[in-house]
């Protein structure tokens, strides 16, 4: 009989139990579609892009894409990243997009780290794929894109810079800027925008809320000025304190340089496939004295003063680099040669020759590489050719006053070349595991600094190409030789 009560009693426990557990949701356990009570068909506008807006852009959209997957726009989602197409139409089940927000296949999307979708959610997203995954109908405005902190684990180094004086050595490492001792190694200091915070106002301690995708000091060495996503901050590198912010941009500041006697800071950038947008800033107030406007028909990834701070060059993903005057911001002449995108560009010191690093397109015979090419600026003719074998190149400077130029390149490595006769002047040593994005180099040649996707920057001799030192924030490990 106790026995008998005893059983009776546990079974009464025993669905209690279960109810709490299942109150709580497994992040790990898969999910299951649900029945829509719907007759009409989805539409991509209406039903799947709020979907990927609210739980999937802070990832995978504008200078973030996780796994190289974009889902700002339809073009964009339907393309895929380095796992393959995202979207099977007419097979929702068998898309990836499907597969890892349902927890069916790795990684689960989104990361623990971030809000899932509901069953309904991924159900409306599985729907609109059965139905042929339509694209979005009619001429409608582009979606604003919702830009957050990366994730902790994003700490790529987009951007490196080095004083004038040669004693410290900037880092743009994920949405952080890291100041070092270039000698010691020794870490200064973090830059920290106090009122940053997440567009839910949650407090963020970093200097830009996105990406950190440009940097450049002063020919005095007295400020820092950065470049993030639809802004610039001029910081005041004593103090660390902000100076000024620059705004009215449209997208990544990509690139940033300052005009030789200091007065002046040139910005490059713009939305993929729209306008690029190349500004020119007066340094003492902040305000915008030049905006040249259908400079380049894409994003502009490179700009350059000439020697003499009456110019300025450009490059961009448009395939030219093109020059400018100052202050008028009226175009003087294009270079065409390049058959892809054009990364950076550079001014030798004498004003007379340009030189300009990218990609070349994969041929029937030859896989892409990266090309150096070289200008004659007055006759606005190509002087030679000097390619790298594997990667493009994503970063070049000139060395002092000398023809010889330092470039990153897309396979790990940083070279240096002669460019009055294309002759190889060695690499670096030490060279990193992943893409390198960054490069620098003092305004005498001597120091180099180069910063990539392993999150750390390495600063080299700019005579013999020998490793000084390696750059890590406190706390994160170098990396194994």
């Known amino acids: 009989m106790y026995r008998s009560l005893l059983t009776l009693g546990l079974l009464a426990f025993v669905p209690a139990l279960v109810l709490t557990q299942e109150e709580k949701p497994n992040p790990n356990k898969p999910l299951d579609f649900v029945k829509l009570d719907r007759k009409d068909p989805m539409v991509y506008e209406k039903d799947v892009e709020p979907i990927l807006v609210k739980k999937c852009l802070v990832c995978h959209s504008g200078p973030v894409k996780e796994a190289k997957l974009d889902l700002a726009t339809y073009e964009a989602l339907m393309k895929g990243g380095k796992r393959g197409k995202s979207v099977i139409p007419g097979k929702g089940e068998e898309s990836l997009i499907i597969k890892l927000c349902s927890r069916n296949a790795k990684p689960h999307m989104p990361p623990k780290s971030e809000e899932p979708l509901s069953a309904k959610e991924l159900t409306i997203i599985k729907v609109w794929i059965d139905e042929g995954a339509k694209a979005p109908s009619g001429i409608r405005e582009k979606p604003k894109a919702i830009v957050g902190a990366p994730p902790a684990q994003v700490t790529p180094v987009r951007a490196v810079a080095i004083t004038p004086d040669k004693n410290q050595v900037a880092a743009g490492r994920g949405n952080q800027i890291h100041l070092f001792e270039a000698n010691s190694g020794n870490h200064v200091k973090a830059l920290i925008d106090p009122g940053l915070t997440t567009p839910d106002k949650k407090p963020v301690q970093a ?37 000024q912010k620059l705004t009215g941009f449209a997208d990544r500041v990509v690139t940033i340089v300052f005009s030789p006697d200091g007065k002046l800071i040139a910005t490059g950038g713009g939305a993929p496939t729209e306008d690029g947008e190349i500004k020119v800033f007066e340094v003492e107030t902040g305000k915008l004295v030049v905006d040249i406007k259908n400079g380049h028909s894409d994003t502009v990834y490179g700009a350059c003063f000439s020697p003499d701070g009456t110019k ?42 340009l030189a300009s690093g990218g990609a070349e397109l994969p041929t029937a015979t030859a896989p892409s590489k990266g090309v150096i090419k070289v200008w004659d600026f007055e006759k606005g003719e190509q002087v030679r050719t000097i390619n790298t074998p594997t990667k493009p190149v994503s970063r070049l400077r000139f060395l002092g006053k000398t023809s010889v130029i330092v470039v990153s390149i897309g396979d790990g490595s940083a070279a240096r070349f002669n460019v009055d006769n294309g002759g190889a002047q060695g690499n670096l040593a030490g060279a990193a595991s992943d893409y390198l994005h960054a490069l620098d180099a003092s305004p005498d040649g001597t120091l180099i600094a180069a910063g990539g996707e392993e999150g750390v920057v390495r600063v080299y001799n700019g005579a013999n190409g020998q490793l000084v030192k390696t750059l890590t924030p406190p706390g994160v490990e170098q990396p194994k030789k």
């Open 312 to 353: 300025l060059a450009t490059c961009g993903a448009d395939k030219f680099v093109k020059v400018f005057e100052l202050p008028s911001g009226k175009f003087i002449k294009s270079f065409e040669g390049h058959t892809h995108h054009v990364m950076d560009v550079g001014w030798k010191s004498d004003g007379k020759l």
């Open 207 to 243: 200097a830009h809320l996105s990406l950190v995708e440009s940097l450049a000091f002063s020919p005095d060495g007295k400020l820092l000025v950065s470049g993030g996503y639809q802004e610039a901050i001029i910081w005041d590198l004593g103090s660390g304190a902000i100076k």
